[in-house]
C-alpha cells in the first residue's frame, strides 16, 4: 500500500505549479522554499545539493531575482507522472524566457523529479537539465 493516493499527489503537484507562478508573479520566491520540508534536499546539477528549506531559500531568491533566473517569467509543466509507489511526481517543466519583443516564444525544459512529504511539502527535489541549452 501506499503513503499517498494519486489523489493526494495530483494535488500537490497543482499546489506547487500555483505557488511558482505566484513566485514568478510577485518575484517573492521565499514562498517557492516554503514548498520544501525543513530537513529537504535539492540536488540542481549546475548550482550543487542544498540541504534544508534554510539553505533553498537564499539560493532560490538570489537565482530567480537575477539574470539570467529573471529572464524566465513562466515555468509550466508539459507533462508529469505520478509515482504512487514512491511519492514521486517526474515532470518536464518549460523554462520560457521573456517575450523579446515579436510575440515568439523561447524556452528550455528540464527534468524535475520530485518527492513528496505530505501536507503539500515536498521532501525532495531534483532538477536534470542541460545548462548549455540555457
Known amino acids: 500500500m501506499t503513503r499517498w493516493s494519486r489523489d493526494d499527489l495530483e494535488a500537490a503537484f497543482a499546489h506547487y505549479g500555483s505557488e511558482v507562478e505566484a513566485a514568478s508573479e510577485t518575484g517573492d520566491w521565499?514562498?517557492?522554499?516554503?514548498?520544501?520540508?525543513?530537513?529537504?534536499?535539492?540536488?540542481?546539477?549546475?548550482?550543487?545539493?542544498?540541504?534544508?528549506?534554510?539553505?533553498?531559500?537564499?539560493?532560490?531568491?538570489?537565482?530567480?531575482?537575477?539574470?539570467?533566473?529573471?529572464?524566465?517569467?513562466?515555468?509550466?509543466a508539459s507533462?508529469?507522472?505520478?509515482?504512487?509507489?514512491?511519492?514521486?511526481?517526474?515532470?518536464?517543466?518549460?523554462?520560457?524566457?521573456?517575450?523579446?519583443?515579436?510575440?515568439?516564444?523561447?524556452?528550455?525544459?528540464n527534468i524535475t523529479i520530485l518527492t513528496y512529504a505530505g501536507d503539500n511539502l515536498f521532501s525532495k527535489e531534483e532538477d536534470v537539465y542541460n545548462p548549455a541549452r540555457f
Not at 39 to 65: C, N, Q, S, V
Not at 99 to 107: F, K, M, N, R, V
Request: glycine content about 8%; aromatic content about 12%; hydrophobic content about 35%.
Open 30 to 76: 521565499g514562498r517557492f522554499a516554503d514548498l520544501f520540508t525543513e530537513d529537504a534536499t535539492y540536488d540542481e546539477h549546475l548550482y550543487g545539493t542544498f540541504h534544508g528549506r534554510e539553505e533553498i531559500r537564499p539560493w532560490i531568491i538570489k537565482t530567480m531575482t537575477t539574470p539570467p533566473g529573471s529572464w524566465m517569467p513562466s515555468f509550466p
Open 79 to 109: 507533462w508529469h507522472v505520478i509515482d504512487e509507489e514512491r511519492g514521486r511526481i517526474v515532470c518536464e517543466i518549460l523554462n520560457r524566457m521573456q517575450d523579446p519583443g515579436d510575440g515568439s516564444i523561447h524556452e528550455a525544459a
